[in-house]
């Protein structure tokens, strides 16, 4: 998935800044927006937040983690399962092209734990979590360093969908996650 990543290399980075806990309702992407390298982004476990969440660039190179608060309950070193669901936080794409997560041109370091990436009940999605457009003509401008880890990313069960993953990026690592229900007829 990556070329320069591998699991030991996306093991926990030591965060060092503030942490935020966004309660269920709030605006997720408005938290987003403030945090900088350092920062975590706590989302209530079994708390749903609706997409796109886009995810920008900024400065330096601290890492953002955004985990759900049951994340401690997901030991490293075993692949999670839809079994996990009441641990994880839920971001929610919707049908077609629309996401649950995107990243702006040069988005980076960030890094989703314990995270259920899925879509409003029938839809059928063209690309759940997109890292770059497939567009960019400049290689700054590509997603870079992002981490999908002990996350269970699927479709709807009956309608399923086109892709989960679109890796428009650079140095990703998807580590004991679980992908479902990308299928179609």
Same mark, same amino acid.
Do not use: Y
């Given at each position: 998935l990556a070329s320069h990543t591998s699991a030991e290399d996306a093991g926990r980075v030591a965060q060092g800044g503030g942490s935020v806990t966004v309660a269920a309702g709030d605006n997720l992407q408005a938290v987003r927006e403030h945090?900088? %390298?350092?920062?975590?982004?706590?989302?209530?476990?079994?708390a749903t937040f609706k997409g796109p969440l886009t995810v920008p660039r900024v400065p330096g190179e601290g890492w953002i983690?955004?985990?759900?608060?049951?994340?401690?309950?997901?030991?490293? &070193?075993r $692949?999670?399962?839809? %079994?996990? /669901?009441?641990?994880?936080?839920? =971001?929610?794409?919707? @049908? &077609?092209?629309?996401? /649950?997560?995107r990243t702006a041109p040069g988005a980076h370091h960030v890094r989703f !734990? &314990? =995270? #259920?990436?899925?879509?409003?009940p029938g839809a059928y999605n063209t690309g759940l979590?997109?890292?770059?457009? &497939?567009d #960019?003509? $400049?290689? #700054? @401008?590509l997603p870079h360093h992002i981490i999908i880890d002990r996350c269970w990313v699927h479709g709807d069960a009956a309608r399923g969908g086109?892709?989960? *993953? /679109? *890796?428009? /990026?650079?140095? !990703?690592?998807? =580590? #004991?996650?679980?992908?479902?229900?990308?299928?179609?007829?």
């Open positions: 945090a900088r %390298g350092g920062d975590t982004i706590v989302l209530p476990a079994g983690e955004i985990r759900s608060a049951g994340a401690d309950g997901l030991p490293p &070193g $692949r999670v399962s839809p %079994g996990d /669901a009441p641990k994880m936080a839920r =971001i929610v794409g919707g @049908d &077609g092209a629309s996401p /649950a997560i !734990v &314990g =995270i #259920e990436f899925t879509v409003t979590i997109r890292l770059g457009s &497939g #960019e003509t $400049r290689v #700054e @401008d086109k892709r989960g *993953l /679109a *890796l428009n /990026a650079s140095h !990703v690592a998807v =580590i #004991e996650s679980h992908f479902s229900d990308w299928k179609a007829q």
